[in-house]
């Protein structure tokens, strides 16, 4: 009898079939240049971030379906708003609807969501005092965008930044720009939090 029980939950265990979740982290270059095989190796994950990508073109580009999608995007839009001589507002405005019309996508090819907030720009870089409260602004905006929304969660950054002032931390950032390697630890401890 007790060889049977023991016979019995070895074939079963043999039997069960592992559940696969499809994770996808998709993205500007902070998640092109994040290696989810080395910070999260036990997770099943493919990374399709690429540098420079901008809201409408992931929106517009997003063929991937799968359980959970992680995204992190937007300072390509904030900079090229900029530089383009659009008011603040105007750039936030743009974040926000382009980021509602990108939500809509995520959700018909994604169980659940993890929107992680736009990161901002560490002090040393050009003009990053105008450039705080426009990212302080749209990451509002996203907060506001996905808080009726069952399936998707806002990924809060402020470990990484100094909140008072609203920019990277100089300790987590390469080039005032990207995340370094203690950035990316950092980074990778804040999405397992989240996407458990």
């Not at 265990?13 to 994770?23: F, G, L, P, Q, Y």
């Not at 809509?104 to 929107?115: A, R, V, W």
């Amino acid at each position: 009898m007790r060889w049977t029980i023991l016979l019995l939950l070895t074939f079963l265990v043999a039997c069960k079939k592992e559940k696969h979740t499809s994770i996808y982290m998709m993205g500007d270059s902070h998640i092109a240049r994040f290696d989810n095989r080395y910070w999260l190796p036990t997770w099943q994950m493919q990374n399709i971030g690429v540098g420079g990508m901008k809201i409408l073109e992931l929106e517009n580009n997003l063929e991937e379906k799968g359980d959970i999608g992680i995204v992190e995007i937007g300072t390509n839009d904030i900079l090229a708003g900029i530089q383009s001589g659009m008011p603040d507002t105007s750039v936030i405005n743009m974040i926000t609807k382009d980021y509602r019309n990108l939500l809509t996508k995520l959700q018909n090819n994604f169980k659940k969501i993890f929107i992680i907030e736009i990161l901002p720009p560490a002090k040393g870089y050009k003009n990053y005092s105008s450039l705080a409260k426009i990212y302080k602004a749209s990451n509002e905006g996203l907060k506001n965008l996905v808080q009726n929304n069952s399936n998707v969660i806002l990924v809060e950054i402020g470990s990484l930044i100094d909140e008072d002032e609203y920019y990277l931390a100089d300790r987590y950032s390469m080039d005032n720009l990207h995340l370094s390697y203690k950035g990316y630890d950092r980074f990778s401890q804040i999405i397992a939090r989240y996407v458990r």
